[in-house]
């Protein structure tokens, strides 16, 4: 019976709970599938800014998700893209980016105390601890000096007291620094691809060469003089090398007002020759050397280099592109002529046989050299030595 009565208001059911749940659905969109979501062992790709929004308002790290983190970036091995000083402590990291101490004062105590690692170098992190409201990382060991218990442990007896201070003073040397990722009211909730985007003004997490590193931080002209290969004066070793590897050649010698200077060397004759001349830790002069004879020599400042940290020279061409410059260090792979030893403005020698460049040696009265002009060469005894001696005492010659 109750199957009878509800029958008839069966479809007007079904079509009101259809509207029911199109009213609760978001609204139809038109466009491309939305994309599936990324394994969680695969990272995506680093975005521009590394700003997360809305950390303040998230609710505070968990004990697990600090498991987790740990298991993520501990005994990572990345690149630097700061000076780390050996044994500081106190290199402060903010969420929108910022770093304290700055680059000059990184420079000069690296400069002092020495440095755990340069800009592009490959270190460990060897310890995460997590704050209540920081993330204290410590690379290649941290700052501290590291001893064992039993290095303090001295041992007294009838032949006299072994142990305790017999230990090397330079075995519990700091050999690391740390990085302190610091938030402003408490430590929220981070995911691991989060934790490494907050990191990445000092740790580069990428797969990458310590070189390309390296660009990365330089100036936009200087890192596109780097790309095309080019010198320009000012420059430090590192960008030398980052734009043209090592030299296949170093001569150290003195300038013309008594310096020392080092000249490193790129090319063979009869191919161009790229001098590039170091007083100290800067290029001072580069010259090229062209197959023709012709000398380019370059001396006027493009790049200042203070403490560490790298800017552009006011020069005439600081408005154009470090690519214009191209030409002057490009040819070096384009011969101009044939090879020849003679100077742009040097007439033939006349000695020199035009098509065999064989030279005809003269006597000074002007008579040429047997063979020079057609003769033949004297006869050239070609007896064995004992028959030639046995000539020579036959006829007399020797007593």
Not at 80 to 94: E, S
Not at 151 to 167: P, Y
Not at 190 to 200: D, M
Request: hydrophobic share 35%.
């Amino acid at each position: 019976m109750s199957r009878n009565v509800i029958r008839p208001f069966l479809p007007g059911l079904v079509l009101l709970a259809c509207t029911f749940s199109m009213g609760q659905s978001g609204p139809f969109v038109v466009g491309p599938p939305a994309q599936p979501a990324a394994n969680s062992n695969s990272l995506p790709p680093l975005p521009a800014s590394n700003v997360i929004p809305d950390l303040d308002k998230r609710p505070k790290m968990s004990d697990l998700t600090r498991m987790q983190l740990i298991g993520v970036i501990n005994a990572e091995l990345v690149r630097v893209r700061k000076i780390c000083p050996v044994g500081f402590k106190n290199m402060v990291l903010t969420p929108e980016g910022e770093v304290k101490p700055d680059d000059a004062r990184l420079y000069r105590m690296a400069m002092t105390n020495g440095a755990a690692a340069k800009i592009g170098d490959k270190v460990q992190i060897t310890n995460v601890v997590f704050k209540d409201k920081a993330v204290y990382i410590e690379i290649n060991g941290g700052p501290k000096k590291k001893s064992k218990w039993y290095d303090h442990v001295s041992i007294g007896g009838m032949g006299g007291n072994t142990g305790g201070g017999q230990v090397d003073p330079n075995q519990g040397q700091a050999t690391g620094t740390a990085i302190t990722l610091e938030f402003k009211d408490h430590l929220p909730e981070l995911n691991g691809q989060e934790l490494k985007q907050l990191l990445q003004p000092i740790l580069d997490f990428t797969v990458r060469t310590a070189a390309e590193v390296y660009v990365d931080t330089l100036p936009p002209k200087v890192r596109e003089a780097v790309k095309h290969h080019e010198i320009l004066v000012g420059m430090n070793r590192d960008m030398v090398i980052a734009a043209r590897e090592r030299p296949p050649q170093k001569v150290r010698e003195k300038d013309e007002k008594g310096n020392d200077v080092e000249e490193w060397i790129y090319g063979t004759a009869p191919q161009d020759v790229l001098f590039i001349r170091f007083t100290g830790d800067e290029v001072t002069q580069v010259k090229i050397m062209r197959m023709g004879g012709e000398k380019i020599v370059k001396t006027e400042k493009e790049v200042d280099v203070t403490e560490g940290v790298v800017s552009m020279a006011s020069i005439a061409r600081q408005g154009e592109s470090p690519s214009a410059n191209a030409e002057d260090t490009k040819a070096l792979a384009k011969p101009a002529q044939r090879p020849t030893l003679r100077r742009p403005d040097e007439a033939p020698d006349a000695a020199v046989r035009q098509g065999t460049g064989v030279s005809v040696p003269e006597h000074k009265d002007g008579t040429p050299q047997w063979g020079s002009d057609g003769q033949e060469q004297p006869p050239i005894n070609t007896k064995p030595p004992l028959e030639r001696w046995a000539d020579d005492k036959g006829s007399g010659g020797l007593n």
